[in-house]
């Protein structure tokens, strides 16, 4: 038994009034009940906890008291074995234990204690848009930490799988749990890790997951993505049984994988539903898809500028129309007026925006090469390189393959064939130079690691795909043991 919190009961409520206001919350609860002949009082967030539950227990006490002669801290043991009864030392604890939504109980003589009936709002498991496959599992992340963990866990029962919780911020008290197999993951970067996360002082992460990316990787700047985000438990796992870390953040439907590298956000669960050969003509075809939407448009733009270096077979490429805006500007007004639709798209509700996108296709589309303000070229591979640019499964190296493309483009515009590789260089140097979680970005490629990058262009079949990457950094890399 700890030191109570309080002198009474009187003292307690007066504190409580103090810290939350008197009539100012309606969803703060508090009341004088008795537990069996013990006068408690009751302190609850409304909204936060499961009230028939709670009612129910509550109608208990309205019966006989035990017959066992107990004082009034053996009686919450006694009543409440089941409920993760926790008696606390530290005000400080007990109140973000009360505003996580846990249930206090405060006793004559000042002892507080928590009962958990929590019961979150939110959503069941449902499969993700952003990550949907043919075949597979249709359940993903929600905003509720404790089901998140469950999804995990459903998926790798082992004794050696840890939810390491974390509370972060002065004011929102942010849940995170880190999520690893001991033994598997290397202790290096959860110690890594768990340094960053104390080193943060912040009053609250209400953007969760991205807000903690940029305090954990110090991102700054930097548009490519430093981590990988996913919104299903099959990716989730299976990144656990490589060796990877996860940072699982309460209210947020994805949760965090490190550490990642560019081609981490290159793959997709379906080329793991599908057979190995139908898998690896899939990968492929996005890696082109990848490098298309990147220089597709810059090179179409630089053949169309110098057409002397075209072959006798390519001549057909570049405009053969005029127009009185020059070709770049044509380029970078349909390149942001793709960006402009899907935003609109995004804000759109659904029964309109497919009427949207036909009006935005066939109506502005037409009408500006009508008109002279595009010629149709221009349309044409603004919209093949959009296609191309969402082929990319992450949504963050999407928006970043924008801005590079742009980066050449302007490169090419301004100094011509060198402008192009001196920005293609750039680029390449730029990615290089990236070390997340002192990872190499493009490993396995810089550094080239042969049998590393054959498993990333090919999809092997599962039984000689049996090492962890090496990037984990596990101390134990092999999976067939």
Not at 148 to 177: G, V, W
Not at 241 to 246: A, N, R, S, T, V
Not at 277 to 297: D, E, N, Q
Not at 360 to 389: K, N, P, R
């Amino acid at each position: 038994m700890t030191k109570p919190l309080f002198k009474d009961v009187a003292e307690a409520e007066a504190y409580l009034k103090e810290k939350f206001g008197v009539n100012e919350s309606y969803d703060f609860g508090i009341l004088h009940t008795h537990l069996f002949k013990f006068p408690v009082l009751l302190v609850y967030i409304n909204g936060l906890i499961d009230g028939p539950t709670l009612t129910e227990l509550m109608t208990g006490t309205l019966k006989c008291p035990p017959e066992e002669d107990l004082d009034q801290n053996e009686i919450m043991s006694h009543y409440f074995p089941y409920y993760s009864i926790t008696e606390y030392d530290s005000r400080e604890k007990w109140i973000a234990a009360l505003l996580s939504g846990q249930v206090t109980f405060i006793l004559e003589n000042g002892s507080v204690y928590t009962i958990d009936v929590r019961s979150y709002p939110g959503r069941t498991p449902e499969e993700p848009d952003n990550e949907k496959v043919v075949r597979g599992s249709r359940d993903g992340f929600t905003e509720n930490i404790v089901l998140n963990t469950a999804l995990i866990r459903r998926r790798i029962r082992d004794t050696n799988l840890r939810f390491e919780l974390h509370q972060i911020s002065s004011m929102s008290k942010m849940d995170i749990a880190i999520s690893y197999i001991k033994g598997v993951a290397n202790e290096e970067n959860l110690k890594l890790i768990r340094k960053r996360l104390k080193n943060i002082k912040h009053d609250g992460f209400t953007m969760s997951d991205k807000a903690l990316e940029e305090w954990l990787f110090v991102q700054g700047f930097h548009p490519m993505p430093f981590v990988r985000f996913t919104e299903r438990p099959d990716i989730a796992a299976a990144h656990l049984l490589e060796g990877h870390i996860l940072l699982v953040v309460d209210t947020s439907p994805s949760v965090i994988i490190v550490p990642t590298t560019l081609f981490h956000h290159l793959q997709h669960a379906e080329e793991y539903r599908q057979a190995p050969a139908i898998g690896t003509l899939v990968r492929s075809i996005r890696f082109f898809g990848v490098f298309f939407s990147l220089f597709l448009l810059p090179f179409w733009y630089l053949m169309s500028k110098h057409p002397e270096l075209l072959p006798n077979a390519l001549d057909f490429l570049g405009p053969n129309e005029k127009s009185a805006i020059p070709l770049l500007l044509q380029i970078i007004f349909a390149d942001i007026g793709i960006e402009f639709l899907r935003l609109a798209a995004i804000h759109t509700p659904t029964p309109l925006s497919t009427a949207m996108g036909i009006i935005a296709a066939l109506v502005i589309g037409q009408m500006a090469v009508d008109v002279g303000l595009f010629v149709s070229e221009v349309i044409l591979y603004t919209a093949i390189t959009a296609i191309f640019t969402f082929a990319i499964p992450s949504y963050e190296l999407s928006i970043a393959t924008k801005i590079f493309r742009m980066f050449i483009l302007i490169g090419t515009a301004i100094l011509g064939v060198n402008g192009f590789f001196i920005a293609t260089v750039c680029l390449i140097w730029y990615i290089c130079s990236l070390k997340p979680l002192n990872v190499p970005y493009l490993w396995p490629l810089i550094p080239f690691y042969p049998r590393a990058f054959a498993r990333i262009l090919i999809r092997f079949p599962m039984p000689t795909n049996a090492k962890r990457p090496y990037i984990t950094r596990s101390p134990v890399r092999d999976r067939s043991k």
